[in-house]
């Protein structure tokens, strides 16, 4: 299966993902880049984007980058630093990168952009990479 199709699959069955408003703008092997914009159900008490939606826009963009090569991952560990404030109606555009893959682990980086694309969060994610292939769950 290509990145595409893995990411595809995925998304189909990622309620959350789609909730959130996400569309994938590019996928290749190790890498993903997406885009939501902030709803108003999105915020805080102080008026603010809830730090599970950087966090959680994040985290999608680690599985997609992660399951991109084919071998079926899940997070083991992630860390999000938020920068500054998300807005309503801010559009936010993650960036995942793989900065090491072995056979059993992956490491990845995120950035989180708001629209002036000034840098709003940053992820950081640890996968375990399964022994089990997308290719096997047709």
Known sequence: ?????????????????????????????????????????????????????????????????SNSRGQRCVSIETSIAHISPIFPNDILTVICTEINCSKSLGRYVSEVFNQENKVVARFNGTVFRKPEEWSDFQ
């Open 1 to 65: 299966m290509t990145p595409q199709e893995i990411v595809d699959k995925m998304m189909a069955t990622d309620t959350y993902s789609q909730w959130l408003g996400i569309t994938i703008l590019e996928v290749k092997e190790g890498y993903c880049k997406l885009q939501m914009t902030v709803r108003n159900e999105m915020c805080n008490g102080h008026g603010i984007t809830h730090g599970g939606i950087s966090y959680a826009i994040s985290d999608s963009a680690l599985a997609f980058a």
